[in-house]
């Protein structure tokens, strides 16, 4: 049956801190109920305590989403509270930056268990009840290395490719049910994860800035509004799309 209630029920992975944080906000502000799922579960539960100090509804529930018996749990948890579920953002992501002569087995298959393993859970969970209400939206959170590639991040452009093109699949799969698929492709956004490489010496701030034809790193504010339209119903016939949010760095082709 279609779901009609009036507050659609979201969950971000990955929702306590930066880009998955500011989207938990975006989707409140346009009235969603917003459960936000994190490792962190003391910094979920303070993300969702501002959430409901600003008049929304919300839900922390602390899990690691790469482990499908703990996002069966998460789902459930959703199911007892809302009923179900209408949005979901696979925003989980992780980096390892170095040579690949240097990567150990256990680096590239965490991190494929964490972006790919994550977004393979969610979406079949979100993708049972969505089908059989059929109606919904999931938006995947991608990366420039989605698109393009980069030395010294094999499992980071590898799995974010793969993001891409499990969007693809997902989309003309559901699309008769009326479950809409769609990714972001983020540059450059200033986050913990950002930060915490520029502390290690992972990229130089001011070659990124001079690469960016835009000059300035992006926020993740932008990239949750880009997420707030592609689940909102004036994207209704949007699906399998990549919308870069990148400030012109996937459109630069110059020196
Ligand atoms: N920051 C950027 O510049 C940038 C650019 C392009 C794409 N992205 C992508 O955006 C997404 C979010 O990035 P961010 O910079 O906001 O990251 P972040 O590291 O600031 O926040 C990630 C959140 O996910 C949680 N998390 C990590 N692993 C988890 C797991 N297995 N289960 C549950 N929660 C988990 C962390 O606790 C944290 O709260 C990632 O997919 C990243 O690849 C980021």
Redesign the pocket.
Known sequence: MKNTSVSQRALV?????????ATAFALARIGMKVAV????AG?AARVCEQLIANGHEALAIG????DSTQVERAFKTIDEAWGGIDVLVN?????VVKPTLELTPQEWQHTLD??LG?LFHCSQAAGRRMVAQLSGSIVN?????SLMAAPNRLT?CTT?AAVAMATKCLAVEWASSGVRVNAV??????????AELVRTGKFDPAAILKRTPMGRF?T?EE?AEAVSFLVSKEAAYVTGQILGIDGGWTAYGYV
């Open positions: 992975t990955g929702g306590a801190a930066g880009i998955g944080q799922v994190d490792l962190d910094a899990a690691a989403v790469h925003n989980v992501g992780i980096s964490v972006n994550s959170i991608g990366s420039i290395y980071y974010k492709a983020p540059g450059y956004v200033e986050t913990a994860f950002t992006g993740a990239v």
